[in-house]
């Protein structure tokens, strides 16, 4: 019996513990810019618009970002239906990005995440994409680009006096999460 009592005991204690170590996370601030090449001319989208939710636990976290496609500003109204229309934003309003990084118990400035981002209808994958990350109390400001591609999401070059944007629409992330 007091075998027993002491494993119940030894066994709350771990659940404690492991509960203890995790931690959830909500993204305060946020601003995506995708950018887009043309011979022509260049164009940034911007959104402040991302909500984003996570977790970490056993030394990874788990993040769920959401953002509306319409959310997207490149200071051209006919610029960005355009965009609407081209990504499929009436069909699949939601660019919704997933993230696992490593829980970081070091200083280490750059981490890896693995992403997995739906958006007009398709998925893609992203491994070890490089990140860069400052804590400060129970913020930590993460920053990186995402290197994605017109290709990845099946989406044609929408093209302007015949010659069509670049491939490469690159990502650039800048993300406040905080500690809950």
């Known amino acids: 019996m007091h075998r027993m009592v002491r494993s119940a005991i030894l066994l709350c204690g771990l659940v404690a513990t492991a509960t203890a170590a995790d931690s959830q996370w909500v993204l305060q601030q946020s601003t995506l810019t995708y950018h887009v090449s043309h011979p022509l001319h260049q164009v940034d989208g911007v959104s402040h618009t991302a909500r984003g939710k996570g977790v970490c636990h056993a030394g990874q976290c788990d993040l769920l970002i959401a953002v509306p496609v319409k959310s997207f500003d490149s200071g051209d109204s006919n610029r960005d239906l355009h965009m609407l229309q081209v990504t499929r934003g009436a069909e699949f309003p939601l660019v919704t990005v997933r993230l696992r990084l490593p829980e970081e118990a070091s200083s280490a400035a750059t981490i ?69």
């Open 112 to 180: 890896s995440a693995d992403l997995e981002i739906e958006f007009a209808g398709q998925t893609a994958h992203y491994k070890q994409v490089p990140f860069q990350h400052v804590t400060q109390g129970k913020d930590v400001k993460i920053t990186g680009t995402i290197p994605a591609t017109l290709s990845d999401f099946k989406i044609d070059p929408p093209s302007l006096l015949t010659f069509p944007v670049k491939n490469e629409i690159p990502v650039k992330v800048e993300m406040t999460w905080r500690q809950m």
